[in-house]
């Protein structure tokens, strides 16, 4: 386990330790089940996250068609295409 120190505000820390007392836990631990049901990689956050991320480019104006730009990717055009606008040809060399 690693140690992390918070600083909340007085309002905040009032009501853990109030929180605290009525569950007869620390806040070390309600602050621990918290941040678990919050941000577990749970399958209920993954659907979650995926339909808040859905669409976000839907309706946006300018956009190449993807799959053209994709086909073209992997035909190694596109890093011919940027390698003289700034981008770096990278070479694996075996020794």
């Known amino acids: 386990m690693k140690r992390a120190q918070l600083h909340f505000d007085d309002d ?3 009501t853990l330790h109030i ?3 009525q569950a ?3 806040i070390s631990e309600l602050v621990r089940r918290a941040v ?4 577990r990689n749970t399958p ?3 659907r979650r996250a995926m339909r808040e991320w859905m669409g976000i480019w839907h309706g946006r104006k300018g956009l190449p068609d993807s799959e053209t730009y994709l086909r073209r990717l992997r035909k190694g055009t596109g890093l011919r295409r940027h390698t003289g606008n700034g981008f770096q040809r990278f070479v694996c ?3």
Do not use: W
Request: charged share 30%; glycine share 6%; net charge positive.
């Open 12 to 14: 905040i820390c009032n």
């Open 19 to 21: 929180q605290a007392r």
């Open 24 to 26: 007869g836990t620390s």
């Open 36 to 39: 678990r049901d919050k941000y």
């Open 44 to 46: 209920t956050n993954r």
């Open 93 to 95: 060399v075996r020794s």
